[in-house]
């Protein structure tokens, strides 16, 4: 008898199609491998989680030169643990770097960047980092890191002489890079990035004192403002007589607390 082909019957081939997918068996089930394990999840989850972190870093470009200011306090989530962490790195006479955030990852750049340096001592060919070459360069490993889904949750402020000319400019943790003659980082952003663009902006180019004699003031409403803040902090002027640095410490005045009402 001749076999009559029917549309609507089941039909499977040698493979034994129905097993393999799970047609009409209810005690099987077909489970997803996972696209990474626990492990891998855990160690993905702390890479995200900043632990040991550093505040806001104030820097701005004045006549003739740049000029950075950074407390030096590494905090462990609200704990003031380490007091003593200079968040300013120099690279050579005529570039710096300041970093703000998680300062384990502040670390890797700093030695990633210092490994850079060495190379191109061993060369011998000349070469130096300039400012705009380290700007340039960091926003390339930020965005490499975000890219693999392991960021450096560092903000980069680099700064120094270009050509004789003042740069500034900043890299966050996205990769995402812009120049500017006035950068902050964390709250300094909120709490004194707008009165010091007015001052500077509706004012003659500061000179050298004038401009760390804002930066000072500049400091100082952070410490009282920032809960992150810290009193000791690190002055750093790039001019073309080289860098210099200079250990301050804010001296506050409290007098008016007792007249505050509901601060608690």
């Known amino acids: 008898m001749t076999s009559v082909f029917n549309p609507f019957a089941s039909h499977y081939d040698a493979i034994n199609d129905k ?4 047609i009409g068996i209810t005690d099987r089930k077909n ?15 702390r890479t995200v989680t900043p632990v040991v972190t550093g505040s806001s870093v104030a820097a701005f470009i004045f006549n003739g030169g740049v000029i950075l200011a950074a407390d030096v306090l590494g905090s462990y989530g609200s704990l003031a643990k380490y007091r003593n962490l200079p968040r300013i790195h120099q690279v050579n006479d005529q570039t710096v770097m300041a970093l703000s955030g998680d300062l384990s990852d502040a670390d890797y750049i700093k030695e990633s960047i210092d490994a850079k340096v060495d190379e191109d001592i061993v060369q011998e ?9 380290l700007h340039a360069w960091c926003t390339r490993l930020l965005y490499h890191r975000r890219t693999k889904l392991n960021p450096l949750l560092t903000s980069v402020i680099v700064a120094g002489l270009e050509n004789n000319e003042p740069f500034l400019g ?3 943790d996205k990769g995402s890079a812009y120049k500017e003659f006035l950068i902050m980082t964390g709250i300094g952003n909120h709490l004194a990035l707008g009165w010091v663009r007015t001052i500077l902006e509706n004012s003659a180019q500061l000179n050298k004192d004038q401009a760390e004699q804002l930066m000072d003031r500049i400091i100082k409403q952070l410490y009282y403002r920032d809960c992150r803040g810290f009193a000791r902090y690190r002055v750093c002027i790039v001019t073309k007589d080289g860098v210099e640095f200079k250990a301050k410490e804010v001296q506050p005045d409290w007098s008016l607390a007792p007249a505050l009402r509901n601060t608690e």
């Open 19 to 22: 097993d393999d997918f799970n």
């Open 125 to 133: 060919d000349g070469s130096e980092m300039t400012p705009v070459a």
């Open 31 to 45: 489970t997803v491998a996972p696209l990474e394990t626990e492990a891998e999840r855990n160690i993905r989850t």
């Open 170 to 172: 900043r890299v966050n």
